[in-house]
């Protein structure tokens, strides 16, 4: 906690003073008040909150000084000087807040009844500045002085300065409002009085000139002119109402559209209207919360398994240093909890801010923010527990997880089961493919018979722990500017996501796909493409859009790619096929029913494998997190684990870093848990060099 966070408000704001007769202060008006103390503050606007409880915490305050023989009392200019007011107790007065009665010293009282001073600052305590709103509370070792009479108010509207549209002569306002009430009554000049004046002018120069008429004209002028004056003031205060009006309206307006915009993006629900009518009063009232609300972060609908197209939304005008502090914050709050449920929920509020905001245009200027600015961005966020590595280790990992489906894309042409669930090693999960179902006959008679189950069970053991463990000693950190980490990230994510791919392949066997294709690598072209697909075809293997992919060692893609037929196609009608990427990777081109994948680490298998043509269910891969070995001993963590989530494709990982004083190094790991499985035979096709068993790819 900062010191400042321990110091009193003094707050100068222009409270109308009670006449000393009633022996009684305004001390706190009602209601919640964005304030800019002039001491006491945090550098921003402060919100407080004004209530009957305020009274009471007040007053305890009194009787605790009280109690250790600390008289209260109010100064001048807040000096510690001379009493101006001795209060003897603070009480709530509805409608109006809280009320100091008590005392007037003899110079107290002469001060205000000969309006040498016009306005009170309040002193107290609240128990965080940094709430919204904060709460007054009573600071046991608080100092005497309680508050002054002054003349510099900080700001010119009073503390209970009003929302958009709200009335001046409010029961919020009494004081105001007897104001506005006086102000009536002094502006008696109307426009019947001022002709009334005129026509008597006129009166007087029809009679007979002398000295006596002169003198009674001049100072008729004279009342002309001041009603004349009073007039267009009044004018121009009717206008300055208008115009201050329009403002009020178009803050309204300016309120109401923040607030549509945060229900659009989630972070206000729909039907929470008391929640929406709340945003839209202080934002009028204060445009700066606008600000605010913008950093609360939506429910962004998670994808899994399948990206939908214009699905999400990029925010190319936000500030960086803002959208960097919620990352700090859900960062710093999966490093504190050893709720697994509460990680989860956690990495993924993290992956949809990280979704939507490093998309697009707007990748390169979040990716560009200068690392020396991150830590004011976590202070930002009012984060103060997070350190710069801990928020770097989980952007890092987080754009790692991206590279996991552009570097292999085949990770997510297969049916997958990516949870974020804990899980025991060599646990068995079940994971479900799809199949087709049988199409039936309405009866009039029996009505419709149950097609054959959609679904069929593949048992996956998860017994592949893997991870990947970087670190560096502190000589080699002092000796180097450069963020090492970062540099290493896309190895540690290639290494990790090749070992999930290869143990993924290695299902590919005679074993488990007993049909196959045996086609001479120099002599394959699109036909063997296509025969590919029509054994599949034949076999009922759904063509759906996005369903089949062909795995080609690279020997074999390259003569694809060199077909005449597919280059012929490309250069006069979608060229694209060969110049660009698909699915965001180079390696990979649709061809005919296919997306056909460069799989430089597809194995022989013993069985001359050069290919393998399918549909999603002929393999399947399960991914877990494994069980957080931190929380067996809570305490004894010196360091940090999250959970962080590809938004895309649903994996997660889990980050754990640390440092090691004796070693004098820092450690950051990446690991998961997974298992594969061969899912049905007959949707899947061996592309063979030769027949039999061998490892060939002639």
Request: charged share 20%.
């Amino acid at each position: 906690m900062n010191d400042d966070d321990t110091q009193p408000i003094e707050c100068r704001a222009a409270v109308e003073i009670s006449a000393t007769s009633r022996n009684e202060v305004l001390f706190l008006p009602i209601g919640v008040h964005a304030i800019t103390p002039v001491a006491g503050g945090i550098g921003r606007p402060i919100k407080v909150k004004v209530d009957a409880s305020t009274a009471d915490a007040i007053e305890a305050q009194r009787k605790i000084m009280a109690g250790k023989g600390k008289r209260p009392y109010f100064d001048f200019d807040h000096e510690d000087g001379a009493a101006s007011f001795w209060p003897e107790g603070f009480a709530w007065r509805s409608g109006e807040g809280v009320i100091a009665k008590g005392e007037w010293t003899a110079r107290g009282r002469k001060a205000v009844e000969g309006k040498d001073y016009r306005a009170f600052s309040p002193v107290f305590h609240v128990d965080n500045k940094r709430s919204d709103p904060a709460k007054v509370i009573c600071m046991e070792h608080a100092a005497p002085n309680m508050g002054g009479l002054v003349n510099n108010p900080a700001f010119n509207l009073p503390l209970w300065a009003k929302n958009a549209g709200e009335s001046a002569t409010s029961t919020n306002n009494p004081a105001a409002a007897r104001l506005q009430e006086t102000n009536k009554e002094e502006n008696k000049m109307t426009t019947e009085e001022l002709a009334a004046l005129r026509a008597k002018d006129q009166e007087l120069e029809r009679d007979e000139q002398d000295e006596s008429t002169a003198t009674k004209r001049a100072a008729l002028h004279s009342e002309i002119r001041a009603g004349e004056l009073e007039m267009e003031l009044s004018e121009i205060k009717a206008s300055n109402e208008a115009l201050q009006g329009k403002v009020r309206k178009r803050q309204l307006d300016d309120a109401r559209l923040a607030v549509r915009e945060a229900v659009k993006r989630g972070a206000i629900a729909a039907r929470d209207l008391p929640k929406q009518k709340m945003w839209e009063t202080r934002i009028a009232a204060d445009p700066r919360d606008k600000e605010i609300l913008d950093s609360i972060p939506g429910n962004m609908p998670q994808l899994s398994g399948a990206i939908i197209a214009g699905g999400r939304v990029t925010i190319s005008d936000d500030d960086p240093s803002r959208i960097f502090g919620e990352l700090a914050r859900v960062s710093s709050l999966s490093c504190k909890t050893s709720q697994p449920e509460q990680r989860r929920t956690l990495s993924r509020e993290f992956a949809a801010i990280y979704s939507r905001e490093f998309k697009g245009s707007n990748k390169e200027r979040m990716l560009s923010f200068p690392v020396s600015e991150f830590e004011t961005a976590i202070m930002g966020a009012d984060v103060t527990d997070t350190n710069l590595k801990t928020l770097s280790g989980s952007l890092v990992t987080q754009r790692t997880l991206e590279l996991l489906k552009f570097t292999f894309p085949s990770l997510t042409m297969f049916t997958t089961d990516f949870s974020d669930t804990a899980a025991q090693f060599n646990q068995t999960v079940i994971t479900r493919t799809v199949t087709i179902p049988n199409v039936t006959d309405y009866n009039t008679t029996t009505g419709w018979a149950d097609s054959t189950a959609a679904n069929v069970d593949v048992p996956v053991t998860i017994n592949k722990h893997k991870g990947v463990n970087i670190t560096f000693n502190e000589q080699i950190l002092a000796s180097t500017v450069r963020r090492l980490f970062d540099e290493f990230a896309p190895a540690a994510a290639y290494a990790l996501s090749k070992q999930m791919v290869d143990d993924l392949y290695a299902n590919i066997t005679d074993a488990n796909f007993t049909n196959n294709s045996v086609t001479a690598t120099s002599s394959f072209a699109r036909t063997s493409v296509i025969d590919i697909g029509t054994q599949l075809t034949l076999r009922g293997v759904p063509l759906a859009l996005g369903q089949r992919t062909l795995l080609l060692y690279p020997t074999v893609f390259s003569k694809l790619v060199a077909d005449t037929a597919l280059i012929t196609f490309a250069a006069y009608q979608k060229p694209e096929l060969i110049t660009a990427p698909q699915n965001g990777a180079s390696l990979v081109i649709p061809v005919d029913t296919f997306q056909v994948v460069n799989a430089p680490n597809l194995p022989t298998n013993n069985g001359n494998v050069t290919g393998f043509g399918c549909s999603k269910s002929a393999l399947i891969i399960a991914t877990r997190l494994p069980n957080d070995y931190t929380s067996a001993n809570p305490g004894a963590n010196y360091g940090s684990v999250q959970v962080m989530t590809e938004p895309d494709i649903g994996i997660s990982v889990m980050l754990t870093q640390y440092v090691n004083h004796q070693l004098a190094a820092a450690t950051s790991r990446v690991s998961l848990m997974y298992g594969t499985a061969a899912g049905q035979g007959n949707a899947g096709q061996l592309l063979k060099a030769a027949a039999g068993s061998g490892s060939s790819r002639a």
